[in-house]
């Protein structure tokens, strides 16, 4: 008799659930569906439609929103993000060197860990320089910098056919600063993602 | 020069020796251009006297332009003290200009040992001019040339005369047919421009929008190659002056620092495609014939002796930027500069014997100039921010370069022995990387 009551509830409980879900599922649907609408047509109500204060929809249906598109987003946001680290972090150098110093080897190895991670993307290595040498001899310079950064990620296990590069000399300074620093940023290799 | 000689082939020029003492030979003696010594010659050189009934205000412009035009480029020289017109005796406007009239007691009294004088006629467009030389106290006549030309072409027969009495003086035809090749970001992107000898009548030769450097002269004056981004990377165009056709070598990394091997048409360059960078020498079409330079470290900035049968470049081999000369016969390669730890630019003179360079110290660049044999390199401008890019004039009286004395870098020339510093020009933006032509 216990048992009997027990299964029952049981299946009274998962059909229940079944129809929620199967309901939900609907709803949500809809209700993207709507945003997505009024979004094409006036931006502002999409906001307010995206609000959740003014929706309808049970607390319950909300749960599924997470799934699906949203992880390719966050996935493509952390791309984005490792990408930005890519281009925004220069490897520095000494004056009239193409040597890679202990954290220019960090900031390289950092870059080879994103170039592992994101094996479609292809980067042009900058070599620049700054403006205290003469320029004829700071191309070349330049371009054993970009050179050196190239041969430790290839070291590191990254394809040469995805690092191009390419010098500036001391045509592109970062900082347009008659100074050490801005002498020091200018001293750089730069990446950029093709 | 090329273009030079078009100009004055299409003048009506007549050129006549005028009578006077004959003077058949030459003074060299006048001018020692080797000299470091070089004590400037005062000379005068008054305004022209004009032939007419009455004279009118265009007669009296052409006679100021012609007598500045002839004094500015004789000062450029840097070979004479030119005297001022205010301390003269002689109103050189009704004075006789011919040796048998001229008192020359008036001029060797103001200081003149020499003295220009002309007297022109201005009919309609053409106008004949007679210009002389004298020597004030052997009371002679050293030089008469008589032309006739168009008004349009003055600064033509001033540059000629010009010429005449620095050959007179020094048996070499001076710098007055040449000009300057130059870099300049005026217009927001580093381009090729090119003036005359005395910074007159700039125009740009490049407008590649995109970063473009380092000219070099063929040794005919007919052709520049330069290293440009103009495709996005640095290639080296090899463009001929008089009709822009252009011929670029593209290869894969750096393609830099042209240099012509005298009287051939051929040329030096850096290129990095094997994966060093060596300097090769090239057709002048940008074949590669062979490679010049090998080992560690980078190879740049060739210049070739006048006799092409050496080359003088710039090597990190030692670790440090340094000038070495390489014998192209033997293959054999003598390191040039001891001193310092930054030796760049280096520019081999018209006569052989020096080379010019840019050497750091204390954190500056400054122009030096050293023998063949690399002992005790002259320092010749000091105190005056970065003084870069050494270039001979093509008769090796002069040094063009680039200098941020006054702020910005602009180019400036000097003696060869570092005398009589200036600023050639003054236009828009930074100017960098001057080469003298042929």
Redesign the interface.
Known sequence: MKNRTWIMLALLLSVTVLLFASCSKQTVKADLQDVKDQAKQEPKQAAAASAPAPAPAPVVMKAPEPVGPSAEELAAKAKAAALKTLANEDVFFDF?SAVLSDAAQEVLKNKSAILGKYSGVSVTIEGHCDE??????N???G??RAESAKKFLVSLGVNASRLK????GE?KPVDAGHDEAAWSKNRRAHFAAD | MAYFRIILLSLVAVVISLTGPAVTLAGYDYIDINSPFLRKIPIAVPLFKIKAESISSSDKQLSGRGSDMLSGMLDFTGYFKMLDRESFLEDSLKADTAAQNIDFHNWTAVGAELLVTGEFQLRGDVFEIELRLFDTIKSSQLIGKKYTTGVNDLRDVMRRFSGEIVYYLTGNRGVFESRIAFVSNGTGS?EIYICEFDGINTRPFTRNKA?T??PAWSSDGKWIAY?SYLK???DLYISNVNDGSTSVVSNK??N??PAWVPGKFELAA?L?YSGD?HIYLMTGNGKVIKKLTNGWG?D??PSWSPDGKKMAF?S?RTG??QVYVLNIESGHTERLTFTG??N??PSWSPKGDKIAY?G?NG?R?NIYVIGLDGKDPVQLTRNGGDN??PSWSPDGSLIAFSSTREGPSRIYVMTSHGTDQRRLLAISGEQ??PKWSP
């Open positions: 009239d205290r040498g003469t320029n004829e001899y191309l070349a310079l371009e054993r590069t390419i010098s500036y045509e | 580093k970063i450097l380092f290293t996005g990377k640095p990394g750096i830099i620092t850096t990095s960078q980078s740049v900035s710039v990190s440090t930027p730890r930054y760049t630019q840019s750091m954190g660049h870069e890019s960098t990387n």
